[in-house]
């Protein structure tokens, strides 16, 4: 299995309060992406990176931001949480885009308690 | 970017070959099929993917026809450890925007 590590495993917190999630990988893949995975809407893109210092925006990128200053590590911040942001998040990696469809390979998720 | 229809469950019995069709009738000359696996509790893990005819591993086979506009992921003598969600992705996966996951098929294998 593709070496990504996801952390916190599960995390509950309050309305209001910041949180980051970790995403850590061991295979020096270039794209990194993050999804959250809500009953009835399968996974949804929230952002991605295509090198160090270099993301952009998901399907839903709204109440969240990402950084990225080393390949092995991608971050995911929610300034200030909200409910509905209480969700399943997975990280992915992929070794390259383009005209070859590369295969995403994926993390064991966060799951993300806002009360 | 290519939508994606697929049966929201399906029930199969151990032993049994199970077929899983999805229609991708806008698939672009570019765009691959991939077929991923989800158990709960875990992130979706990917099984096969195909451009067209036929690609076989050791987990599945995907069957493309000419026209590209649906594939069939196979799984040969299901046990009760494929009960998952299958899904089917069509694209080039340009930075990840076109992996657009849809609900996915839920498999269920009964003994």
């Known amino acids: 299995d593709a070496g990504i590590t996801q952390s916190p495993r599960h995390k509950v917190t309050e309305t209001g309060t910041p949180v980051t999630l970790r995403c850590h990988q061991t295979e020096n893949h270039r794209y990194m992406y993050w999804y959250r995975q809500d009953p009835g809407h399968g996974l949804r893109l929230i952002h991605y990176s295509y090198g160090v210092k270099d993301t952009d925006k998901g399907e839903v990128s709204d109440g969240y931001s990402v950084s990225r200053s080393k390949t092995e590590d991608f971050l995911l911040t929610l300034e200030s949480a909200t409910s509905s942001q209480t969700s399943v998040y997975f990280c992915a990696i992929s070794e390259s885009a383009g005209q070859a469809n590369q295969p995403q390979h994926f993390g064991d998720g966060t799951r993300l308690s806002i009360l | 970017l290519a939508k994606t229809t697929q049966p929201i469950s399906m029930d199969s019995y151990e032993g049994q070959e199970v077929n899983i069709t999805c229609s991708h009738n806008?698939?672009?000359?570019?765009?691959?099929i991939t077929w991923y696996q989800q158990f709960p509790s875990q992130g979706p893990r990917f099984i096969i993917q195909?451009?067209?005819t036929k690609v076989t591993n050791e987990v599945a086979s995907l069957f493309i026809p000419a026209d590209r506009k649906s594939s069939t992921l196979s799984l040969p003598r299901v046990s009760l450890s494929d009960t998952a969600v299958y899904y089917c992705?069509?694209?080039?996966?340009?930075?990840?925007?076109?992996?657009?996951f849809g609900p996915g098929t839920r498999l269920s294998v009964l003994p």
């Open positions: 806008n698939i672009a000359t570019n765009d691959y």
């Open positions: 992705l069509v694209g080039p996966n340009n930075y990840g925007q076109n992996f657009v």
């Open positions: 195909g451009y067209k």
